[in-house]
């Protein structure tokens, strides 16, 4: 099936734009469905409101030429009456754009650094920040409500390929670098940095939170899948199974699977607490040998990303698709064309799909049908238990199978 197009912004482009520098390496949707973020080439990111977006499409098709004017809001209290009124902002870094993440506040959720007492900054639950990782190595982190600059990170040595928030509103950050380095920042403790995890002996391509933050999952260069313990900052195991450098990683919505994307072709998914493969989704048949895999060829796989229901998964690769699969068929259920891709994402709600390329982005209607009784209690009974737990429980092993994502 043909996936259905929902829309498209596309980036402003001058008579002696050329295609390289314009490339959109990220695209981001605020963890609330607010706004979206993208890198429109070069350094500039572009920042709108969702629902505007969506409004838009409706009103003048699917086309929506991005327009380069920025307006201003002021500083957003909780009782300012305008939270529901986001504006849009175009944000020039300084430098070329590599990597995205929204990140917001919980104010319960204290600081881990307990001995500091005064802080620059106090976010407050109303905030939204935006991080950006650029080519220099340095992390800004900015008001998305305002478009300020609040913070300025250096301490990485290369490129910032990638960037995840702890989703439990903590807003610890993590940065993946080309440096081979994964560096955890506070920004509670007004960006203080916490740790760096070593262990990649090459380029660290991507990394992403699980659903409670006790897990982080980092991927890179010679075919490295690590697993973190956030708690401890130590490494918990390498998954081994990839046979070309892995590209972009993310869990499922109630952690118990983890999807990640290789150039050998292939996407896995995988029981991330036992370390095993328990599904393939592969984009050349039939499959490349593993002498081959490690190879140039049309079928790399780019990015990959979970769907809010926990049992879709969309992927973009280099033979110019989109495909859309479901976790317990073989097949993709359905694909939609685009050149070039380089980045996707599920919307919050799982609703519609935004891919980028060449500094423009791309939106399709996602699969959609209501998910079972049997997977939401699944999903439900995950969220709070590993599978060492599961197979524990006194119940009919197909039952445990099921729970496990094994049929």
Excluded at 25 to 32: C, G, I, L, M, S
Excluded at 59 to 85: C, E, Y
Aim: hydrophobic share 40%.
């Amino acid at each position: 099936a043909r996936s259905r197009t929902v829309g498209e912004l596309l980036a402003p482009t001058s008579p002696f734009d050329k295609k390289c520098g314009r490339e959109n390496w990220t695209v981001a949707f605020a963890p609330d469905g607010s706004y979206f973020a993208w890198s429109q080439g070069h350094r500039i990111v572009k920042l709108v409101p969702w629902s505007q977006c969506l409004s838009n499409f409706l009103l003048h098709g699917t086309k929506n030429v991005a327009n380069s004017i920025s307006t201003r809001l002021p500083r957003q209290n909780s009782d300012s009456g305008q939270k529901n009124k986001p504006c849009e902002h175009i944000i020039d870094c300084g430098d070329i754009v590599w990597s995205l993440a929204f990140g917001s506040s919980v104010p319960e959720k204290q600081s881990r650094c307990v001995n500091i007492e005064w802080h620059r900054f106090k976010f407050g639950q109303d905030q939204l920040l935006l991080a950006t990782g650029l080519n220099n190595g340095r992390i800004k982190i900015w008001d998305a409500y305002t478009g300020k600059l609040l913070l300025n990170l250096m301490d990485h040595t290369e490129v910032v390929r990638d960037l995840t928030f702890a989703p439990d509103g903590s807003l610890i950050l993590v940065s993946a670098s080309r440096d081979k380095t994964l560096r955890v920042w506070d920004l509670k403790d007004d960006g203080n940095m916490m740790k760096v995890l070593r262990g990649h002996q090459n380029w660290v391509y991507g990394c992403a939170f699980s659903p409670d933050s006790s897990i982080l999952c980092s991927v890179g260069a010679s075919k490295a899948v690590f697993l973190w313990d956030m708690d401890k900052y130590s490494m918990i195991r390498k998954l081994e199974g990839h046979h070309n450098d892995v590209v972009a990683c993310e869990f499922s919505p109630d952690g118990a699977l983890l999807a990640t994307a290789s150039y050998d072709t292939r996407v896995y998914v995988w029981d991330p607490h036992l370390g095993v493969i328990l599904m393939e989704f592969g984009h050349l048949f039939p499959p490349p040998t593993p002498i081959f895999a490690g190879g140039a060829n049309d079928r790399w796989v780019r990015s990959v990303s979970f769907s809010h229901d926990g049992l879709h998964i969309a992927s973009l690769a280099d033979d110019k698709m989109v495909r859309f699969w479901r976790i317990d068929e073989e097949y993709p259920v359905q694909v939609a064309p685009l050149n070039n891709g380089l980045c996707c994402t599920f919307s919050t709600d799982g609703s519609v799909l935004a891919a980028g390329q060449d500094g423009s982005v791309y939106f399709w209607a996602t699969p959609r049908q209501v998910s079972s009784l049997q997977h939401l209690c699944r999903m439900a009974i995950r969220r709070v238990m590993p599978t060492s737990q599961v197979k524990n429980l006194p119940i009919p092993s197909k039952v445990v199978e099921f729970l496990c994502y094994q049929i």
